[in-house]
């Protein structure tokens, strides 16, 4: 997958997400933001299996949005 589509999906992932985002501390980021600082802190091809990750827990019925929030958790305890 080429960066590009990889910022998009990330984008369009925390942009749905919105509301639950704001209870994290990426609230006050734009998913603009919130796709650049991933993909510099943990890579491109990290990012990309995390997307893989969310379409798997979505198609399963499972809550992408806590997935989404642990990661978060964990860059910034990192």
Do not use: H, P, W
Request: with cysteine; hydrophobic share 40%; charged share 35%.
């Amino acid at each position: 997958m080429e960066l590009s589509d990889i910022k998009r999906q990330l984008r369009s992932f925390c942009r749905r997400n919105r509301t639950a985002l704001r209870f994290t501390y990426v609230k006050d980021y734009t998913a603009e933001d919130i796709s650049d600082m991933l993909i510099d802190r943990i890579g491109a091809e990290e990012v990309e299996r995390i997307l893989v990750d969310i379409d798997i827990i979505n198609e399963r019925g499972g809550d992408t949005v806590k997935y989404f929030m642990l990661i978060l958790e964990g860059l910034r305890a990192a």
